[in-house]
């Protein structure tokens, strides 16, 4: 399992996964869709931040192997009624992808990867699309 280091904010989702599952909805079936396109754009951009010229010294010492620990295709895993998902990078894998969005003493970090996984205003659009995906299911449950 990757360990990274987003923050979903979930207490909003709550109250719309209520409304959801009163008029009939399938909340997990929706929470998994949910979260599976969240991850999919965190991945999507993730590789776009990856391009050479976010990359320290415009990505002359890459070698790749920090892409290749990025998580494409996450899947939901459930656990009673908890759901979870992997973004981001997989530190399990080598690479460089936590010294990338934090940055050292001596390299100044990826400004975008900064921005997605320390930055709260990424987490706002991911939680937004996330809102719409179970307003629409709410919609589509109420007929």
Do not use: C
Not at 9 to 37: M, R
Not at 54 to 61: M, R
Not at 117 to 136: F, L
Request: charge should be positive; proline fraction near 3%.
């Amino acid at each position: 399992m990757a360990r990274n280091t987003l923050k979903l904010d979930t207490k909003g989702f709550e109250q719309l996964l209520i409304k959801l599952d009163s008029v009939g909805g399938n909340v997990q079936e929706v929470v998994t869709k949910a979260l599976e396109e969240a991850g999919q754009k965190i991945g999507e951009d993730t590789h776009k931040a990856m391009q050479k010229q976010n990359l320290p010294a415009g990505g002359k010492y890459s070698r790749g192997t920090t892409e290749k620990a990025i998580v494409d295709n996450p899947q939901v895993e459930w656990s009673g009624n908890r759901a979870s998902i992997d973004v981001g990078f997989d530190f399990g894998k080598p690479g460089a992808g936590g010294y990338l969005i934090t940055g050292t003493p001596k390299m100044q970090p990826n400004k975008e990867l900064n921005r997605m996984y320390k930055g709260k205003k990424y987490m706002k659009e991911i939680q937004e699309q996330m809102g719409q995906t179970v307003g629409e299911a709410i919609t589509k449950a109420m007929g």
